[in-house]
Each structure stands twice: as structure tokens, then as C-alpha cells.
């Protein structure tokens, strides 16, 4: 069992690994195949997860729990799989797992020449990125995770992570079989980001294949895909990345890491960076479309529309490409308007904002504050809240629209929204 291989390198890895290392591991190790800037790392492979469930008799416990679960109930769904993740943050790593990790994160050390080297470390589903299907946000990423027992004890929460509410739910709606799904943990170099975003090498609100849109931040860019900051976007003609459209945004807040703490802090842009970055430009014309040119070139590689995570070093201007996927969600053709009862009226505008997911539904409003509300939303309901999270997609799935007060059109919310086609 000492010579059980739990590690796998990113430069061993292509995007046929998917069953090895899920989907993020995978796209990964084929961006570094490519020469991209890709931050070094490794990734903990799906195998080692199912080993540790096996060794640790969790399957026939975790099947009991499923059993006659009636998933549309949130406050039961919630309590089962709380009871599922308890199991597997209390069960024993086995010893020789536990080395390799730390072993492999002492290599990576060396790697990048310091000692105890902030990480990211992120789940990697191997049913996620498929081109049926994102699984958009639904396992968990810890950023600036620092030294090896850290690492160990991260990896262990993403094995658990695979077992949220909203990544249970979504796998019984996507028909996935919740034992067919294992997950790998992603440990990456992390990048000291001073912006950060998403770009779509396709218009993912027209569908329009001949444009780019750019949604970045300041700081690191899980506000962005979370969609805790509405982030300013850039429309770029794809033939010569000249800008179509720009919209500017109010960039309230940005997550930043905790100087040799570990983990990030939220903070105000107005006190980090000044007031006036709040709304002014976060990139240049020059790094819109330095970063264009990027994901043109991994367009060009995969042969398809790709969905990818970039963030741009503080220190040394450097651009890097964190991750990169599959777009799931464009349609054959641009979105045709649906011809309703409604656009036979004029209708009083109440409040404007950016479109995510294109339509027109009407319905009773409910208005979230928190996650403890959410089984208030009923079928044909329109969802009202701060912002959406992968926690309230059993929420999105019966509501008829969404409207919230922040995020961006690529925030993993907004991908999960028009895969559940829904305004």
C-alpha cells in the first residue's frame, strides 16, 4: 500500500483525465501542456478520495442517509448531507495518503523556491466541466492555505465539499449517481492578484462566437466569481480585440490575502486602494487585450469556446491563467426575443440592470436575506436577493427569474442560471 500513487503532477496530466482528476485538474494539467502561464501545482486524484471513503466505511453510511431523501425538502436536504460531511471530517486519513501530500507540497515548495508557499486548494469534481454540464461552483476552493498540515486538513474539507446541499441537489438533478461522482483536490501555487476575473472567449448572454466579454475586479477573483462585486465588463470584437462596449461598475469591495495569517479577508476598495479605484477603470486597454489574446490562443487550442479564470500578479504585472473550461451554456444560434403577452404592453420600467440569463417571466417575488430562508422559495417564484451562491441553486430551481443586487454575467451563479434557463 506504501507504493499507492495519491499524487498526480499538472505536467502528467491532459484534459482526457477527467476521470483521474476531474475537470478543473484536468483542464489545468492540458493549459500547462500548452506553455499558458498556469501557476505550478498538483492534484490529489479522485482515486485517494474513494480510497479514503472505502477505508473508512462510508459508503454503506452515506447510502443510508440518501435513502428516501426527498430532495426538494432544503431543510432536509441541508440536514443530511450536514450529517454526511460531519462523517468524513471526523474519519482518519490513511498514513501514507497523508504523506504523499505532504511530500508533494514540500516538492512544490522547492518548486517556487519558499518555504511554506500559500496555495489555493480546490475541488475538482469528476463530473464537473463536462460539455453537458458546468457543476458551476458547487464543491469548495480555499485560498492562501499556508503549510502542510494546513494542506492535509484542506483536502480533507473538499472531500467533504463534494457532499454540500447544492452539489447534492445538482448532481440528483443532472442524474448523476452520487457514488458514480469522486473528487480530486487541486493544490496550486496561488497568485498574489491585484485584478482578477473571468473571460468568455464567446458571448455568453447573445451567444455571439465573434466576441469576447471580459468581467474583471480588483484583488483576488473569487468575489468576481462568486459575485460579491459587480465587476466591470469588456465586449471585444474576437478578429481585432477593439472594445465594443464598455461598462464601468462600482467596485465596493475586494478579497485580499491575509499577510502570513492565511486565508483572505473581504475589505473596501475605498480604504485599500483609494476611492477614487471604486469606479474607475480597473484595466488598462493594453491588458484587455493582452488577456484577449490569451484566451484566444486556449480558444484555439481546445477548438471550442472556452470559460476561464485569470488574474494578474501585483508584484510583477504578470498575467496568469488560473483556470480554464468548456463554456456550457451557449445556445446553436443568438437568442431569439420570446414573443409574449407582456411585450404587447408598455410597461414602467422600476429598476434596470445587466441581463445574465436573457428572458421575461413575471411571478410572486420573494426577497431573500439569507440562506436559512431559502425554502420560502416556491415553484414559480421570482428569486430576490443580495446576490445568488451555488448554495441557492435548489432555490433557483424552482424559481421562474433571479434578481439580485450584485455580481457579473460570468459569475458561477449567472453560468448555473442559464443552464437551468431561467431569466
Known sequence: MENYNAIKWFEEIRKD?????????????????????????????????????????????????????????????????????ALIQKAPIPASIEKQIVEAYEKLADKVGLKDPDVAVRSSATAEDLPDASFAGQQDTYLHVIGAPSVVDHVRQCWASLWTARATYYRQKQNYDHFSVSLCAVVQKMVASEKSG???????????????????SWGLGEAVVSGSVSPDEFILDKET??????????????????????????????????????????????????????????????????????????????LYILQARPVTTLKAEPAKKENTIMDQKTLTVLVRGLAASPGIAHGRVVRIDSLQEIARVKDGDV????????????????????????????CHAAIVSRELGIP
Open 17 to 85: 483525465d477527467i476521470p483521474v482528476v476531474g475537470g478543473k485538474g484536468a483542464n489545468l494539467g492540458e493549459l500547462t501542456s500548452t506553455g499558458a502561464p498556469v501557476p505550478p501545482g498538483f492534484c490529489v486524484i479522485a482515486e485517494t478520495y474513494a480510497r479514503f471513503i472505502k477505508e473508512n466505511g462510508l459508503n454503506t453510511q452515506i447510502s443510508d442517509l440518501l435513502k428516501d431523501l426527498d430532495f426538494e425538502d432544503t431543510a432536509a436536504l441541508q440536514q443530511r448531507t450536514e450529517t454526511i460531511r
Open 198 to 216: 473571468v473571460m468568455f472567449t464567446a458571448n455568453p448572454i447573445t451567444n455571439e462566437r465573434g466576441q469576447l466579454m471580459i468581467n474583471a
Open 241 to 318: 480585440l477593439t472594445e465594443l462596449d464598455v461598462t464601468i461598475a462600482d467596485k465596493k469591495i475586494m478579497i485580499v490575502d491575509k499577510e502570513k495569517a492565511g486565508g483572505t479577508a473581504t475589505v473596501n476598495v475605498a480604504d485599500y486602494l483609494g476611492p477614487a479605484a471604486v469606479s474607475s477603470r480597473c484595466m488598462s486597454v493594453e491588458e484587455v487585450r493582452r488577456l484577449a489574446e490569451a484566451g484566444k490562443a486556449i480558444e484555439a487550442h481546445y477548438g471550442v469556446p472556452m470559460d476561464i479564470e485569470w488574474g494578474q500578479d501585483r508584484d510583477t504585472k504578470k
Open 383 to 410: 428569486l430576490v436577493t443580495g446576490m445568488t451562491n451555488p448554495d441557492m441553486v435548489p432555490a433557483m430551481k424552482k424559481a421562474c427569474a433571479v434578481v439580485t443586487d450584485e455580481g457579473g454575467r460570468t
